[in-house]
């Protein structure tokens, strides 16, 4: 079946460090991919996505690029925030329809220090 | 407007007891979803309904049981509470015409249940 592998957490890093945590994902077909976060007692906010190969989704400076030949989809922030600490999930959809679900990785906790 | 709205925010029972949790959208969403986060934070889908149609029912004990009244209500009850219950559970929406497969979801804000 479909799956989303992310990097092992906990993330800390210092203000305005670069930051990248990694996602691969196994699906047949064409997925779209997601990326979430989820701030301390909050629900899930949608972050970015992309629909098809070698887009890029970009949101809050955040950036990912779905690359189709090596199944991946890696979070990326040139200069994080203390206003960043948050889990961090990526996610993938397939198939339409009454059926659509999405499938999440298990998520990676980010720590940024000031 | 809240989009996504749940209710109870906290809910602490004991052991045995029958709960349920509310959950309202409206976005004009045609599936709702229930998902269960555990302590760990993993997120795993428990059902699905399509215009008050019951979809996705994966591997969830009996003592689930949602309802769909109509497609903006997706209410979860839970019966017989079990310690293993402890954990906080999201409600989510999104549409699912073709062609929208990078819609996603929209989530509410989670109800935190702790069974004493």
């Known amino acids: 079946g479909d799956s989303v592998t992310q990097m092992e957490g906990p993330v800390t890093l210092s203000e305005e460090a670069f930051l990248t945590i990694n996602c691969t994902y196994t699906a047949t077909g064409y997925p779209s991919l997601f990326w979430y976060v989820q701030y301390p007692g909050e629900g899930l906010q949608l972050l970015l996505k992309?629909?098809?190969?070698?887009d890029k989704g970009s949101n809050k400076g955040f950036e990912a690029t779905y690359r189709k030949e090596t199944t991946s989809f890696h979070l990326e922030k040139g200069s994080v925030q203390v206003s960043d600490s948050a889990v961090y999930f990526c996610a993938l959809s397939k198939g339409g329809g009454s059926n659509y679900k999405l499938t999440f990785g298990k998520g990676t906790l980010l720590t940024v220090n000031p | 407007d809240t989009a996504v709205s749940q209710t109870p925010k906290y809910l602490v029972t004991q052991m045995g007891n029958d709960k349920s949790i509310k959950c309202e959208q409206n976005?004009?969403?045609?599936?709702m979803y229930w998902y269960k986060q555990d302590s760990k934070k993993f997120l795993k889908i428990m059902f699905s309904y399509n215009n008050k149609e019951l979809i996705i029912n994966e591997t969830v004990p009996n003592r689930f049981s949602p309802k769909s009244p109509d497609k903006a209500h997706l209410n979860l009850h839970i019966n017989s509470l079990e310690l293993g219950d402890s954990a906080v559970y999201f409600c989510?929406?999104?549409?699912?015409?073709?062609?929208?497969?990078?819609?996603?979801?929209?989530f509410g804000s989670g109800t935190r249940l702790t069974v004493v």
């Open positions: 992309a629909t098809k190969a070698d």
């Open positions: 989510a929406s999104s549409y699912t015409g073709t062609g929208v497969l990078g819609y996603g979801y929209t």
């Open positions: 976005l004009g969403h045609d599936t």
